[in-house]
């Protein structure tokens, strides 16, 4: 689809926009509160600063997707692909990341208040200076690689399951997870 078409489509009412591909689309800045992109391919698309508000990602592919300064409060990414993806400076509070892959992703500055990763998959990724206020990270399929440089508001008890199950050196920063977390050595 077309992104022309996507945006014309959403002015006019609609808001399934399942199964959609829109790889490498330009939608910066876009209003799209409310959207369902359900199982949509958004791969390398342009969304910086885009309104995703109470968005519809479950299953969605967002691999190297551009969602620096994107709002995305209660935005709903369960089961998604958003390895390399850019989240830097996003409000991804309220959002749900269940089972998502964040391989290599990138929330620096991240407001991820109340964020629900469970499940998810932090392979890589980086959460320097993000704001986890009540985010909940449990069960995690991994937790290796992960920065957490300078995480703001990181409940104790959260920051304890981490250092039973984070490991290893993000591939850029060269920092070690479990003393970007303060775990005992």
Not at 9 to 15: C, S, T
Not at 97 to 112: C, Q
């Given at each position: 689809?077309?992104?022309?078409?996507?945006?014309?489509?959403?002015?006019?009412?609609?808001?399934?926009f399942?199964?959609?591909?829109?790889?490498?689309?330009?939608?910066?800045?876009?209003?799209?509160?409310g959207?369902?992109?359900r199982?949509?391919?958004?791969?390398?698309?342009?969304?910086?600063?885009?309104?995703?508000?109470?968005?519809?990602?479950?299953?969605?592919?967002?691999?190297?997707?551009?969602?620096?300064?994107?709002?995305?409060?209660?935005?709903?990414?369960?089961?998604?692909?958003?390895?390399?993806?850019?989240?830097?400076?996003?409000n991804?509070?309220?959002?749900?990341?269940v089972?998502?892959?964040?391989?290599?992703?990138?929330?620096?500055?991240?407001?991820?208040?109340?964020?629900?990763?469970?499940?998810?998959?932090?392979?890589g990724?980086?959460?320097?200076?993000?704001?986890?206020?009540?985010?909940?990270?449990?069960?995690?399929?991994?937790?290796?690689d992960?920065?957490?440089?300078?995480?703001r508001?990181?409940?104790?008890?959260?920051?304890?399951?981490?250092?039973?199950?984070?490991?290893?050196?993000?591939?850029?920063?060269?920092?070690?997870?479990?003393?970007?977390?303060?775990?005992?050595?």
């Amino acid at each position: 689809m077309e992104v022309a078409q996507l945006l014309d489509l959403y002015r006019q009412g609609h808001r399934n926009f399942s199964n959609v591909d829109i790889s490498n689309g330009l939608l910066r800045s876009v209003n799209l509160i409310g959207i369902d992109l359900r199982g949509a391919t958004l791969n390398k698309a342009d969304l910086s600063s885009a309104n995703l508000i109470d968005a519809n990602l479950t299953g969605a592919n967002l691999i190297e997707t551009n969602l620096r300064g994107a709002m995305l409060r209660g935005a709903n990414f369960a089961d998604a692909d958003l390895s390399w993806a850019n989240l830097t400076w996003s409000n991804s509070s309220n959002s749900r990341f269940v089972r998502s892959n964040l391989s290599v992703a990138n929330f620096s500055g991240a407001n991820l208040i109340e964020a629900d990763f469970t499940g998810a998959i932090l392979k890589g990724a980086n959460l320097r200076g993000t704001n986890l206020r009540g985010a909940m990270l449990k069960n995690l399929r991994t937790c290796a690689d992960t920065d957490f440089t300078g995480v703001r508001n990181l409940d104790e008890r959260m920051r304890l399951y981490l250092c039973t199950v984070a490991s290893g050196t993000h591939p850029f920063t060269k920092n070690d997870s479990r003393q970007t977390l303060g775990c005992p050595i």
